[in-house]
């Protein structure tokens, strides 16, 4: 199995991943989610604004990605998943958050836009790749049980109905206009 996702190999793969990683913490800087307090704000649901930010990211992406998939840009790494272990993953991934108080992509760019007292969170994320191979080795075996989800693949039709990608973006779009009327939009009033 490939672990790269991006269908470029060497100097050429390492300079696009560059590339992409400098655009994403520009994007993150200038969405003001390298601040804990927004961060804490897009996940308490009170900033109309990150959330729109976050789904319309949600949305493009998803678009994009797709696409990029079926012409050969990027590569699709499945592995094989299981619902338990899904949970379990969402429920440590929500303590590390409540914990942080900041999204790991997000403390990255925080780190990276001068704000060193997040050096804890990224020490705090490094040691979490070992602390899974531990815990996989150990208790692997009970939150494998059962049959493991479908692998993903991408539809044969771009623009039918079937598509989940268009339900996701469509969605995200429906999402996006109910913030926008539900939620301020001006962060000072709250």
Request: hydrophobic share 55%; with cysteine; proline share 5%.
């Amino acid at each position: 199995m490939n672990t790269q996702p991006l269908a470029l190999d060497g100097n050429s793969g390492l300079g696009v991943a560059i590339i992409l990683g400098l655009i994403l913490g520009f994007t993150l800087v200038k969405a003001d989610f390298t601040w804990e307090k927004s961060c804490v704000r897009f996940f308490t649901l009170k900033s109309g604004r990150l959330i729109k930010i976050a789904l319309m990211t949600v949305a493009f992406a998803t678009v994009g990605f797709y696409f990029a998939a079926r012409y050969g840009l990027v590569h699709i790494n499945a592995v094989p998943t299981y619902l338990y272990s899904v949970i379990l993953g969402g429920v440590l991934s929500g303590i590390g958050f409540a914990a942080a108080g900041i999204m790991p992509a997000s403390a990255i760019a925080s780190f990276g836009a001068g704000r060193l007292y997040l050096i804890w969170t990224l020490i705090g994320m490094f040691l979490a790749v070992p602390a899974k191979r531990i815990f996989e080795k150990i208790v692997a075996p009970p939150w494998n049980w059962g049959k493991a989800m479908p692998e993903p693949a991408l539809a044969q039709e771009a623009f039918g109905l079937t598509n989940i990608v268009w339900i996701i973006a469509v969605g995200a779009v429906v999402v996006i206009t109910i913030v926008q009327v539900l939620l301020p939009e001006n962060e000072d009033k709250q």
